[in-house]
């Protein structure tokens, strides 16, 4: 098992690691095909590439926060995260029509 910090914003990183996140590797970008069961993938992934990582038996966990609209586009710091709520939350996605 594998767990994975995907993210190309160095604030982001420094929040993980200020939380105590355990990873094994913090990289810029995922190539899902690399997932494989039981990996752990932390991010904030573009929907479809987080079904993916659930088809291919991985747990997805979102860096989610309540960002307010005049803050996008920032690049932010570990205390911004933290000032907007930073948390991890896991998200089982699946894709398809229904």
Not at 59 to 74: A, D, F, K, M, V
């Amino acid at each position: 098992m594998t767990t994975l910090f995907v993210s190309r914003h160095p604030g982001a990183r420094e929040w993980a690691a200020e939380e105590g996140v355990a990873v094994d590797a913090a990289i810029a970008h995922l190539d899902p095909e690399t997932v494989q069961p039981g990996d752990v993938v932390i991010g904030t992934l573009p929907i479809h590439l987080a079904a993916r990582v659930c088809q291919r038996g991985g747990r997805y966990l979102h860096l989610s926060l309540e960002l307010p609209p005049e803050w996008r586009g920032r690049e932010l710091a570990a205390t911004d995260l933290r000032r907007f709520g930073a948390r991890l939350e896991e998200y089982r996605v699946f894709a398809g029509a229904r």
